[in-house]
């Protein structure tokens, strides 16, 4: 794999510094990462500069980076930076704060998955409520050519990435640990999974341990990479409810699942549909809706033409000839007519079907 | 007690036709009740004083009601028609549907009880989930001098009523039988209990028995009473929800419980939080606060001097002498902040108390 300088000294910088610092981020976006570097090898008089050099006078970083290449190519870990192919463009909504790199490990193309993916977060110690709707509407979701992305924690992570493999449906853990961990060691036979049938992803070098941290700033790339995000089971004041705040700073659909009022676990959901704060759901088709409402306003999706995956181009094949209804195609492509529709309207705005007498036919466009 | 022959004509009324027929309400309305009898007494041929003539001329309706005021007078009923001080004028919100009278059995002061109340409805058939919530939601709003109003049935009903009469607080049941019947017969403890320390109160003659069409009809008696209705647990195309939309019709705040995705019983709360159709609650806390949004919405109030009750009298009287905090004036009579700001907020649409630099004072009109 061609790998540029710039994407390099981005690898050293990400290892050098923690993700998420508004700092560093910002100083790549105005000197770019080269620069950065030969700037931070210099004593600077420069306030800011000189703080994040003596960090990256104490080590030689980009030949830690070199090393990790080597050990990601061993591995199977692709690195995917802004500019290259797999980058999803969605993370650029975090401006300073995006990642600079992302290590992935597992099959799964993080731009095409992330285009068409509902980000589901929740509690750890989740309830079995909880652990049961998160597994029915992550199948559900799968079912009908959503990637599910969550964190690969236990409770509603695990449930939720389960319930997505269950139906062999895409699905992306964004880890606070290494890409290449099993982080926690509980969740093994899930990260075994994930690496051969779906994706791993993460900021942090391959072999890191996570912490406090590391967790917290992990959400934010859940928030920014799927244009819906549901909770399904959280406590007030917790980690999966900041997500929603990161999600919500962004613009992204926001989905609660309502619980017991009695149960401490479903409060958090509970508070934010109370409050406007979140749409409730019950269900996959619930938040398929949410989408379908919201397709209109298109800086909730970053659809291109080269990010269309498998059932984009099955309802296209079954519209390619002449005019077919909706009905028609959700029967062939076994989904609901609401799924079917709101993936239609996806499309639509792609350019890649329109809206006939008859139903929905395929574009000039979508042949080529 | 002094009983108008317009009073009894609308008793013998109310016993010879079904509660809420809207074509006996306009009637009523048209001509009043003494001389729509006359009308009713001679072959008439207007359609529908003949289709109803004939039903008036089956019996002797009116020595009918002279009995049952008998029998009203030895079982302690009282019969509560417009014009009589205990009526509530929330149910002229009902227009042509209003009751014709209504017959009490107990001692609460409806008109008083209901300027202060919230509707609770629910399945019969509840769970124990539902049952804790109503219980504990009515004890709350009890404890905070608010009459729960609920239909005296099986389930969500029974439990409602329970809670508020544990924390002896004001509770009326709406029946759909005879005001002074236990129906169903395994509410009769409950029943004995609203005899004598809250009301039963309806529409259908002493001793009748209900019906499927009166359970229905009883349902907009609840709905029109309370400011405010909170649906506990109901499935989808329930009766309680058919209270629900009585209740928006006339224009009342609506509040759903909200439950597991997983329990049909939740279904149709979660379905009316969902659409816009009822506001999250969880507690008595939530609902006060919907009445304390709402309170600047004069029409959901029919609050008069008259109707103070004796926890609008305690809060008076904390503020009678000189302007205090509402915090201090919460301490003082047991309530939270919320709930005292909210009853201020009544008394002081009233003119009984006013805000100052230093909090709330009672003012001259309190002192009358």
Redesign the interface.
Known sequence: MAFSDEQLSRLALSAAFEPGDESIGGLVAEFGAIELIDRLRIESSEHDLSRFGRRWQSRDWLQDAVAELDQAADQGVEIISPGTPGWPTQLDDLHERAPLVLRKKGPLNLRQAASRSVGVVGARAATQ?GI??AEEMCAQLASEGWCVISGGAMGIDAASHRGALALAGPTVAVSAAGANLAVPASNHSLFARLFTEGAVISEVPLGANPNRRRFLVRNRVIAALAPVVVVVEAALRSGALSTMREADAMGRILCA??????SAL?AGC?EL??NGGA?????AD?VIGEVLRASDSPECFAQSTESINLFEQRVIDLCAVRSVSVAHIAQGVGVSVDACTATLHLLERSGLVVRTVKGWRATNKAHR
């Open positions: 409520y049961w709707v699942v309502p619980g017991p009022t009695t479903s509970n549909i109370r749409m409730l759901v019950r269900n619930d």
